[in-house]
């Protein structure tokens, strides 16, 4: 089945305490990003990479970091978690080309409370 | 930059009713337009998309008409069900830009 996962699916952690949420996608696709969800402001892009090796800040990038070793995979890094980092994440995936040039596919959400 | 307008507030119905929900977009180039819709506890999916002006996108019951000279996309369904409470997103992309720049969602609650 074609999807995009994300792991994990809740947590709550302590400020200051470093995590990693992992994005997986299994539809070889170039472009991954990260988004976070927040009441009364909708989505908002954190990161997103055009392809391996390849990332740029979205909208809202300060404290976080990503990384793209590899095709199927875009882990989003929170090295010092703050409570203002408490929201609801979701990586996107797409393939750029074709029909579905700019359509995103998402995972599941994961829920972050920073405590 | 690209931005995307909804609506605001949630949207309470009765089953069976009419929903329109509206969408206005600005856009440096031509975008393609999106609804996104997000089900409780769920990821975010694709509902329906236009990609150039005058197109309809459609499924499930739902319909929108990519109306470049009044820069809308609305949403509309003609017989809710209680199945399609759920919050809903307008969206847009560009060629060659980076990002879905999203609406910030619309509540949608049918009432039984």
């Known amino acids: 089945e074609a999807q995009v996962t994300q792991n994990p699916r809740y947590l709550i952690t302590v400020t200051g305490k470093k995590l990693t949420v992992t994005c997986s996608q299994n539809m070889n696709h170039e472009y991954m990003s990260w988004y976070r969800q927040d009441p009364g402001l909708g989505l908002r892009q954190i990161y997103y990479s055009m392809n391996v090796e390849v990332t740029d800040k979205g909208d809202v990038p300060e404290g976080y970091k990503v990384s793209r070793k590899e095709k199927r995979n875009f882990p989003l890094i929170l090295e010092s978690p703050s409570p203002n980092q408490t929201s609801l994440y979701f990586c996107?995936?797409?393939?750029?080309?074709?029909?579905?040039?700019?359509?995103?596919?998402f995972g599941p959400g994961t829920r972050l409370t920073v405590l | 930059g690209d931005s995307v307008t909804q609506m605001e507030g949630p949207v309470t119905l009765s089953e069976e009713a009419f929903l329109t929900i509206n969408c206005t977009y600005t856009a440096t180039g031509y975008p393609s337009l999106f609804w996104y819709v997000q089900y409780p506890g769920e990821g975010l999916q694709l509902l329906l998309k236009a990609t150039k002006a005058d197109d309809k996108g459609s499924n499930k019951g739902f319909e929108a008409t990519y109306r470049k000279e009044t820069t809308s996309f609305h949403l509309e369904k003609g017989s809710v069900q209680v199945s399609d409470s759920a919050v809903y997103f307008c969206?847009?992309?560009?060629?060659?830009?980076?990002?879905?720049?999203f609406g910030k969602g619309n509540q949608v609650v049918v009432i039984p």
């Open positions: 969206a847009l992309s560009t060629y060659g830009n980076n990002r879905l720049a």
């Open positions: 996107a995936s797409s393939p750029r080309q074709g029909e579905a040039y700019n359509e995103q596919f």
